[in-house]
């Protein structure tokens, strides 16, 4: 059965539904020859007549093997359209795209990647998984956004540098930038010692400040809540002050710092050597444009 061409099956439901090789050639765009040595290397195939040829002006009919050849070659013939179609949606960027993100990148970058690429292909199938593990890998995933690089077999590619910045009560600390200095032993709420976190409070370490961590947590409006309800100040990267919407808050102020700690990276990953699909490919050129649209300095309340 493996020898059986979809051409041949497509000439035998030609010919089952015009009744005769003759109109079946003509429907198709074959020579009544061409049609007739089809079906005869069906019949070898299947080994057996597969339509009754009365002659003259009589209709073909099919054989009981033709019947069934034919019942399950619609089936085939159906599913060889649907692949068809399918690898046309896909060439058209209308497949389906896996996406890692985190917090900042969930809340600022991938709306626009997300809106854009589906006002551009409708029927693409978008699957986005959000956690921020040590040691990240790109598993199924297509496209993987990470605060620095991963590592492994992936190629990489830096969208934006993010700025810390300082988040505090109205009234907390002078307009303007704050020096570091100022932070020693104050109360902060800050992330758990993941991902980018650790290298940020070594930096404020090594300027000689040593705030007094009273919480942690890994979700922004929480340390935010806590810094509107009193409990102490935050230094969060500009993304997700910028997510959390921070600057159009009465209660809370940005700053900068001063000195500024190094930036976190914001990178996209994905795997080393593998052929990109059209919507990958267009998802990487859209988060290139959106970082780029957001990569500018931060302005101090």
Known sequence: MTDIELRHLAAMAAIAEEGS????????????????????????????????RPGGPKSVRLTPLGAVVLDHGRDLLAKAEALAEAVERFKAGDGRIDIGTF?????????????????EHPGCDIR???EEPDQPQLGDLDLLFYDGPVDGDVER??????????????GAFPDGPVPLELLDGAPMVAWPLICSQPGMEQAIARSGARPQIVFR???????????????????????AIRGAGVQADDRLRVH??????PPREIYLHWRAGRTHSPLA?????IAVEVAAELAQPPASA
């Open 21 to 52: 090789f003759g109109r079946a050639a003509a429907r198709l765009g074959y020579t009544q020859s061409t049609v007739s040595q089809q079906i005869a290397a069906l019949e070898r195939t299947v080994g057996g007549l597969v339509f009754d």
């Open 103 to 119: 917090q900042s990148v969930s809340n600022v970058i991938l709306p626009s990647v997300v809106r854009r690429l589906r006002d």
């Open 128 to 130: 986005l998984s959000e």
């Open 157 to 170: 590619l830096k969208l934006l540098d993010d700025p810390y910045l300082l988040v505090a009560g109205a």
């Open 217 to 239: 947590s890994a979700v922004n409006d929480t340390l935010l809540s806590m810094v509107r309800a009193g409990l102490g100040s935050a230094v969060l990267p500009w993304l």
């Open 256 to 261: 900068e710092l001063r000195p500024s700690p």
């Open 281 to 285: 490919g267009r998802a990487i050129d």
